[in-house]
């Protein structure tokens, strides 16, 4: 396993197209035989098949869309096992993802942008009070309907109350993409209600500029950015940000989380008041180490003396010696 093909019949469905691959699977969309209805299946892809681990996230996943009831949370319809292949199940939507989106249209408005991060917040917030932190949250794992309503997908390494330990650690080796990942995360802390107020805060400024706040050559050299590089100023990136905006953004993605804004309520709060916003942030609070260039830090200033007393020494040598070297 696992090639499916249109019209192939999987279980009790018939799978009518494949619509997208995901970090660790494929999505399809079929045709349930038993509810008579179109769903969406998702299946684990070649690379984790065969990893016992994979049924046990798809079940959990499958929990955690049963514990929330939310316009804008995926809902979850079973999860089962066929030929020993995990699957899942849950309802189609009708949309695009973020991600499509965004090659689509950013940099956006900044009241579209606003718009979405906003009820990507509420949704968010939703889940932190009933104790679910998303920890995955990216454009690829959020839909946007025909109606504009976003939709949190991808639950698997949701963090629960409840749940049986899963630490991000153990599973961010297959996670895909830091660009959305908190400095915590790097650092292998389990993350909280602020790490998905990062990630929100990273797609933000995404949606605004087409840009993610930190780069690099590999995956490596972008967590380094996230853990030691200066936050740029989003509004001198994309000079039709306002820096009341840009200030609520940094403040996001302030990289102790106890800078940040403590929850999304107080997100979504800020950015209803965007003239409160401080701005200060913008000047002072980025988080930067101050990134001096090399020919000003000290082992520069070392290595250039100690060349000038080389020198020195060689010109007096060479002095020395034609000297010696003149008849008298
Ligand atoms: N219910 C759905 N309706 C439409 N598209 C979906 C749906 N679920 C997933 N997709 C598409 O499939 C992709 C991967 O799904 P996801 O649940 O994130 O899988 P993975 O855990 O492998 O990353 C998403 O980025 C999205 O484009
Ligand atoms: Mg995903």
């Known amino acids: 396993m696992i090639n499916l093909q ?101 940099p956006m408005q900044e009241a579209e942008a606003i718009s979405i991060a906003r009820k990507i917040a509420e949704a968010m917030a939703y889940c932190h009070a009933n104790e679910v932190v998303h920890r995955d949250l990216k454009p690829e794992n959020i839909l946007i309907t025909n109606e504009g309503q ?42 909280d209600e602020r790490t998905d107020l990062y990630a929100i805060g990273t797609i933000l400024y995404e949606m605004l500029s087409h840009k993610t706040p930190f780069d690099g050559d590999n995956n ?15 509004d001198k990136i994309q000079p039709s940000v306002s820096p009341q905006l840009a200030a609520v953004v940094t403040k996001c993605l302030q990289r102790n989380p106890d800078d940040r804004y403590p929850t999304l309520t107080a997100f979504i709060d800020a950015v209803d008041h965007l003239n409160t916003a401080d701005l200060s942030i913008l000047e002072t609070g ?29 010109v007096f040598a060479f002095a020395a010696q034609s000297l010696r070297g003149i008849p008298r």
């Not at 089962?80 to 965004?102: C, D, H, M, W």
């Not at 390494?157 to 996670?175: D, E, H, M």
């Not at 990134?291 to 082992?299: A, D, E």
Request: charged content about 20%.
């Open 6 to 106: 249109i019209g192939d019949q999987f279980d009790h469905f018939q799978i009518r197209s494949h619509m997208a691959q995901g970090g660790m699977s494929d999505i399809y969309r079929a045709y349930d035989l038993l509810s008579g209805r179109e769903v969406v299946l998702k299946i684990p892809d070649k690379m984790m098949m065969g990893d016992p681990a994979q049924y046990e996230r798809f079940q959990r996943e499958m929990e955690v869309m049963n514990t929330l009831h939310h316009p804008a949370i995926q809902k979850g319809i079973g999860s089962g096992q066929f030929n020993r292949t995990p699957y899942l199940v849950t309802e189609l939507v009708e949309g695009k993802s973020l991600r499509a989106l965004i090659d689509e249209k950013a």
């Open 220 to 234: 490596l050299a972008v967590m380094a950015q996230h853990l030691q590089g200066a936050i740029p100023r989003l």
């Open 150 to 191: 976003p939709v949190i997908l991808d639950f698997g390494l949701a963090l629960t109350k409840g749940a049986r330990r899963v630490t991000y650690a153990n599973l961010s080796s297959t996670a895909g993409t830091p660009d959305y990942m908190a400095p915590e995360q790097i650092e292998g802390h389990r993350g």
């Open 286 to 314: 980025t988080g930067a180490a101050t990134v001096v260039p090399f020919w000003r830090t000290q082992t520069a200033m070392v290595l250039a003396a100690s060349v000038v007393i080389m020198l020195a020494i060689i």
